[in-house]
């Protein structure tokens, strides 16, 4: 069996039929912790995001696709370059202090698609994730299963099989979480979702990005109203919600690289 064949495996059997199925409160906005120039020379924490961590202590390229659904294609955002991947990328190379004279690179491949369940993300996964040979996948889901009525015990699997199939290609994971907002609220049942990814997280070992905590943390802190981060449709962020997530995904990014302690990401 060849090494590129056996996500397509993973997931192939996932979407054919049932798995085995298993089943913190954050502060806010990181502040600008710019990571050494030559992460190399210095002591490394522990990383969980083991590859990205060896790209980042030399000079080379990293690949990082952002999956998802509307949260990361940038629905309610003014523009395409105000969706958090983009902003992503802008941060992670400032707080690397990549520039046009460096010899890394940080590019992010925007893979959101509005709408989209772990049905259809599973669907597309092969396509759009593993055949972009990303390095890091940054996944933001678990929003739009409950309100389109996806059971619980099918979002699980499929998140647990693209898990898989992802890490089988060598590149490094990290979870998004829902956001917190008025259109979830309202569908009952719909923060266990929430709550099975990060038991899902928590088993395989893979970080989370807990944006609804942070979201919650941003407004008992005064640095914005629930009206300033999400838009009139009750659903999607605003460009100011963009820009505070792409940071705190920055910082949770660099603390699994082991570049920088928890304690100064305050994610």
């Keep these: 069996m060849s090494f590129r064949t056996l996500p397509g495996l993973i997931l192939a059997t996932a979407l054919a039929g049932p798995l085995g199925v298993s089943g913190a409160c954050a502060q806010p906005d990181a502040p600008l912790v710019v ?7 210095v002591e490394r924490l522990p990383a969980k995001l083991v590859r990205l961590a060896s790209l980042l202590g030399r000079d080379g390229d990293v690949r990082i696709v952002a999956f998802g659904s509307s949260s990361t294609a940038g629905a309610g955002a003014s523009s395409p370059a105000m969706a958090y991947p983009a902003l992503l990328e802008r941060d992670l190379e400032e ?6 004279s ?3 690179s940080i590019t992010v491949i925007n893979r959101g698609k509005g709408g989209d369940t772990s049905e259809a993300m599973a669907r597309r996964l092969e396509r759009d994730v593993l055949g972009e040979r990303p390095d890091l996948v940054v996944w933001q889901t678990g929003s739009n299963d409950p309100l389109a009525g996806v059971p619980l015990e099918r979002f699980v699997e499929l998140t647990r099989a693209g898990i898989l199939a992802i890490r089988a290609t060598g590149a490094d ?11 979830l609220s309202g569908v009952g049942g719909a923060e266990r979702y929430g709550e099975a990814l990060h038991t899902l997280a928590a088993e395989l ?5 807990r944006r609804r905590a942070l ?3 941003w407004v008992s802190h005064g640095l914005m109203t629930p009206a300033q981060m999400i838009g009139p449709d009750g659903l999607h962020m605003t460009d100011a919600g963009y820009r505070q997530l792409a940071k705190a995904a920055a ?11 928890p304690s100064l990401a305050r994610n």
Excluded at 173 to 183: A, I, P, R
Aim: charged share 10%; proline share 7%.
């Design 215 to 217: 979201m919650q943390s």
């Design 251 to 261: 910082a949770q990014i660099l603390v699994g690289a082991g570049l920088i302690q």
């Design 205 to 209: 070992g893979v970080p989370v990005i």
């Design 173 to 183: 994971v990290v979870l998004m979480d829902q956001q917190w907002c008025s259109k």
């Design 95 to 100: 707080r690397l202090q990549i520039g046009a």
């Design 102 to 104: 460096s010899r890394r």
């Design 35 to 41: 990571a050494p120039q030559n992460p190399a020379s």
